[in-house]
């Protein structure tokens, strides 16, 4: 009832291919009067009797507690999704299950390897007199993922919540803002050092910067890798991606002081604006939303760039942050949220490239791995290109021998290092990086798509500009 007060427990969970029974405008009445606990889905079932064992009354579940086809309380609830999962006492991650239908309490068949050795069993008493047995084994670093840590949602609701009880296909874990028992996992290296998943021990890392932990990373280098790590999640809806980081980002705000925008500070704006693709490409969600923030696209990204043998050692920056505005234009006033309207406006060397085989840089078309790098393009003097979706990449190939819609807005000069040296000779020096722009049609507005990089060698006709104002949006 609106207005009581009690202690609850929440369920983060993955809804899977069958929904559970949801909320709805129409059943409104008949499930505040009850609910028949076989109705329900295994996983919401297997919640209720953890929560009931602890001793607690009251399971949040969010197929339960919002009404599903009501989008003004479900964008009430989501607004407030901070204070749902950081006010609970208690969160079960059901992270072994990637599916409600399943459920997440089962024997397990086998729980060690060969090379842990046969567990030790020990006699214990339980609490109904029966005399039962504990199992115990050398255990490592678990070589497996949970269907859980690559989704959206549950990244936020894990980070929010107090403390976390992880049913794991191999064990359980406790997670909390003091201590985690859950080892950072191996597995989630693959293809060659792509990462498809959030790291658990970096999530901990995390959890003490939300928490104001005076060992925490700074602000802004805690809010990059939260960005690298939550672009590695999937989600279902398009406008997921948004919303499952807004939580985070309200209590972000509140440790900072600062102006969130559309996924960016705005202190922090000129350096954030710098993010690029690092994983595999897809088609550009139907989503409203500026073409400048990492959210409109669907990729995981890096907020920094550090290709491969080289590193940043000093920077400078080629362009002036005038300012940026945002209107959200709809009918609950949220910075938080969808802002289709927010541009960006800034000085610098707009550049437009004649032809884009590149002619300055002689970009061509790298011919490898068509997942993860149909988009890149390579030069013999080093110079680089990334493009954010894939329809640029048709876009740009069907204008391969004719004037293309492509401009390039160098933002900052890199001096990089040769890590295969040992000395900086040859192999080391500046490099110009930017953003890769396209022009609305009829306007002087521009959109990005990519990100570039070359050689201090290939910047004479980048820099030959005369510094204009450049809007992007």
């Known amino acids: 009832m609106d207005g009581s007060t009690g202690e609850y427990v929440c369920l983060s969970y993955c809804w899977g291919s069958v929904k559970p029974m949801q909320l ?6 008949a499930l505040t009067r009850s609910i028949s606990l076989v109705s329900l889905p295994r996983s919401i079932q297997d919640a209720i009797l953890v929560v009931r064992k602890i001793g607690f009354r009251y399971p949040w579940v969010d197929s339960l507690c919002i009404i599903q086809d009501s ?34 309490l089962a024997m397990r068949e086998r729980w060690w390897s060969d090379a842990d050795g046969p567990p030790i ?9 029966v005399m039962g047995s504990v199992s115990l084994v050398r255990y490592g670093p ?43 996992r191996s597995s989630i290296w693959k293809d060659g050092g792509q990462r498809h998943v959030p790291s658990i021990k970096t999530l901990q890392y995390l959890r003490e910067l939300l928490n104001s932990s005076p060992y925490a990373i700074s602000p802004l280098s805690g809010w990059k890798t939260l960005v690298e790590e939550y672009s590695l999640t999937k989600q279902s809806m398009p406008d997921d991606r948004i919303h499952a980081i807004r939580g985070i980002a309200h209590r972000f705000q509140a440790l900072t002081d600062d102006q969130y ?24 969600p139907g989503r409203h939303y500026p073409s400048w923030s990492w959210l409109s696209i669907d990729s995981a990204v890096t907020m920094e760039r550090d290709t491969g043998y080289h590193r940043k050692k000093t920077t400078s920056w080629l362009v002036d942050l005038i300012d940026c505005s945002s209107d959200s234009r709809g009918e609950v006033a949220d910075p938080f949220g969808l802002l289709p309207y927010a541009i960006v406006r800034l000085r610098g060397h707009i550049t437009k490239v004649e032809n884009p085989n590149w002619k300055d840089l002689r970009l061509r078309l790298r011919d490898t791995d068509p997942t993860h790098d149909q988009t890149r393009f390579l030069s013999p003097r080093t110079a680089y290109m990334a493009l954010d979706a894939t329809e640029v990449t048709s876009a740009v190939s069907s204008h391969a021998n004719q004037e293309g819609p492509v401009w390039c807005l160098p933002m900052l000069r890199v001096w990089v ?13 500046w490099a110009l990086q930017g953003l890769l722009l396209s022009k609305d049609s009829g306007s002087n507005i521009f959109r990005r798509i990519g990100w570039f990089s070359s050689s201090a060698n ?10 204009q104002e450049v809007v992007i949006r």
């Not at 709805?24 to 009445?29: D, E, R």
């Not at 309380?73 to 399943?102: F, G, V």
């Not at 202190?267 to 550009?284: A, D, Q």
């Open 121 to 129: 069993r020990l006699p214990f008493l339980r609490s109904d007199g």
């Open 417 to 429: 290092t040769d890590h295969r040296r040992h000395d900086e000779q040859p192999g080391t020096g």
């Open 458 to 467: 290939d910047d004479t006709g980048l820099l030959a500009t005369t510094m």
């Open 142 to 184: 678990p070589t497996y993922q949970e269907p859980l840590h690559c989704r959206a949602w549950p990244f936020q609701e894990h980070l929010l919540s107090p403390r976390v009880l992880l049913y794991g296909s191999e064990q359980m874990f406790w997670i909390c803002n003091y201590r985690s028992t859950l080892w950072e």
């Open 24 to 29: 709805t405008s129409k059943n409104l009445a």
């Open 261 to 284: 925008i559309a996924g960016l500070w705005k202190s922090w704006l000129l350096y954030s604006l710098t993010w690029e693709r690092s994983g595999p490409i897809y088609p550009r």
């Open 71 to 104: 989008f003004q309380d479900k964008l009430k609830e989501i607004m407030r999704m901070d204070q749902i999962y950081s006010n609970a006492n208690l969160t079960i991650s059901a992270a072994n299950a990637d599916d409600c239908s399943r459920g997440f």
